[in-house]
């Protein structure tokens, strides 16, 4: 989408606050393309541990991962700066709500978030995996839906709704973030954690020893996702999904993400056959 899109939303949106009644006003005064555009800031979400979506550096506060690539694109397209919060998986849709964000990439649309914020469609496919510490085996969803099974997952997440579903009768430890349920793992102190294929696979290059990967059937597919805060003007959400589709279609998205997942030892012939990013 071109930046006279963007400015003919704009008009829409301003138009549609203007004419806004008592009864059905907007949910805050200024829509979010309207602060975009005035303030000159595209505000996003990232996740500091979150490699290869978002990855903060320890030393100098940096930012890199393949959504910080689609956001920065986005935000030139826009012809406004980026600006990065740091959040957590679990808090990215309170940080969206309270308006400290405009967009968060990487959520998947689960009914409960559903009910509280607006997506847009797939930014790429994905699917829920587990890493499983050796010896304990496990190939179906059926395997890891026992009371002796002990499962890591990062609390309010994709993963914690997907073992939610799948995996009811485990040992659920619900932590603050994905590597607080990696280092339960780490210590013995899980069997398994919950991880979609892209951090999984990140993870397993990072760090062989840490346990094997399986994709549990039937397999359990999803997508990735960028979440917006509800608002009765729809032009910014419009806008990015537009723009997203047409990201995708012409395969930016996808170069983004195969480029990142080679920072961090991952190559394309590492999915799984038929799996399409």
């Not at 704009?10 to 602060?35: D, K, N």
């Not at 700066?81 to 964000?101: C, F, M, P, R, Y």
């Not at 995708?248 to 799984?272: Q, T, Y």
Request: net charge neutral.
């Amino acid at each position: 989408m071109k930046r006279r899109e963007f400015t003919r939303l704009l008009a829409a949106g301003t138009v549609a606050a203007a004419v806004g009644t008592s009864m059905t006003r907007p949910l805050f005064a200024a829509s979010s393309l309207e602060r975009i555009k005035a303030s000159g800031t595209l505000r996003i979400g990232g996740v500091a541990d979150g490699a290869p979506y978002y990855q903060k550096s320890l030393t100098d506060g940096s930012w890199r991962g393949f959504y910080i690539d689609i956001c920065q694109k986005l935000a030139d397209d826009l012809g406004v700066k980026l600006s990065i919060l740091e959040t957590t998986w679990g808090n990215s849709v309170l940080d969206l709500q309270a308006d400290k964000i405009d967009v968060f990439f990487g959520l998947n649309p689960t009914p409960e978030r559903k009910k509280v914020i607006d997506f847009s469609g797939p930014v790429f496919k994905n699917a829920f995996t587990m890493i499983v510490r050796k010896g304990v085996g496990g190939t179906a969803w059926d395997d890891f839906n026992k009371p002796d099974m002990r499962i890591a997952v990062d609390a309010g997440s994709s993963h914690d709704a997907a073992i939610s579903r799948h995996a009811p009768l485990a040992e659920v430890a619900r932590l603050k973030t994905a590597s607080d349920a990696t280092a339960a793992l780490q210590s013995r102190r899980a069997d398994a954690q919950c991880l979609v294929m892209v951090l999984a696979l990140s993870l397993r290059a990072k760090n062989p020893s840490i346990g094997e990967l399986v994709m549990p059937t039937p397999a359990d597919f999803t997508t990735s996702n960028a979440g917006f805060r509800r608002e009765e003007d729809q032009s910014w959400r419009e806008y990015a999904d537009q723009w997203i589709t047409g990201q995708r279609e012409s395969g930016f998205v996808k170069e983004a993400i195969i480029r990142n997942m080679g920072l961090v030892g991952v190559k394309e012939s590492d999915f799984p056959p038929g799996f399409d990013i």
